[in-house]
T-cell receptor, first 113, second 115 residues
Framework: AQTVTQSQPEMSVQEAETVTLSCTYDTSESNYYLFWYKQPPSRQMILVIRQEAYKQQNATENRFSVNFQKAAKSFSLKISDSQLGDTAMYFCALRNTGNQFYFGTGTSLTVIP | DTAVSQTPKYLVTQMGNDKSIKCEQNLGHDTMYWYKQDSKKFLKIMFSYNNKELIINETVPNRFSPKSPDKAHLNLHINSLELGDSAVYFC??????????????FGNGTRLTVT
């Protein structure tokens, strides 16, 4: 069975600062994909970043980057130069070889002006 | 040119009624899903269809019945609505065959309120 754990229900960060959201997962598979989704108050689910488990290089998308530690089964999201528009719920997700997606319980991030 | 569109956006109805939520995707994906997001924001998979065939059917009351007329559409019909059905329902799609790393593409959600 696969599980995804986000241990920080709520976080806050000052505008322009950097924040890291934690995610750990458990899977017995060697090949899988990891994702971070953002859900702003508008409730849209927006893909932020993705990481292939077979790639050692950490994915980066503009101000968003991940720290993927495969042995530790950790997949944290770093947001640099935080902006007010980053205020949202953030979900970590795992896609397994059976093409099923597993989501964490989310971290509510507030960017403080 | 919305990728995954679901209607209606809001649905308010009384207990005992039957309602449907429609979903369409124009991404050419072969797999579609229904997720339920409760008041604590937890996302729970309900159903998954691959090329019109049911492949995931989690423990969901049989009052919920998905229907996929073709691989671009996955509708959700709910009978005898209960208060506990109040939630946001998301339709999503992904490509399973071929591009393995395809993420989920979500619709904008339907907020269902049962009174």
């Amino acid at each position: 069975a696969q599980t995804v754990t986000q241990s920080q229900p709520e976080m806050s960060v000052q505008e322009a600062e950097t924040v890291t959201l934690s995610c750990t997962y458990d899977t017995s598979e060697s090949n899988y994909y990891l994702f971070w989704y953002k859900q702003p108050p508008s409730r849209q689910m927006i893909l932020v970043i993705r990481q292939e488990a077979y790639k050692q290089q950490n994915a980066t998308e503009n101000r968003f980057s991940v720290n993927f530690q495969k042995a530790a089964k950790s997949f944290s999201l770093k947001i640099s130069d935080s902006q007010l528009g980053d205020t949202a719920m953030y979900f970590c997700a795992l896609r397994n070889t059976g093409n099923q997606f597993y989501f964490g319980t989310g971290t509510s991030l507030t960017v403080i002006p | 040119d919305t990728a995954v569109s679901q209607t209606p956006k809001y649905l308010v109805t009384q207990m005992g009624n039957d309602k449907s939520i429609k979903c369409e995707q124009n991404l050419g994906h072969d797999t579609m899903y229904w997720y339920k997001q409760d008041s604590k924001k937890f996302l729970k998979i309900m159903f998954s269809y691959n090329n019109k065939e049911l492949i995931i059917n989690e423990t969901v009351p049989n009052r919920f019945s998905p229907k996929s007329p073709d691989k671009a559409h996955l509708n959700l019909h709910i009978n005898s609505l209960e208060l506990g059905d109040s939630a946001v329902y998301f339709c999503a799609s992904s490509q399973v065959g071929g591009s393995y790393n395809s993420p989920l593409h979500f619709g904008n959600g339907t907020r269902l309120t049962v009174t």
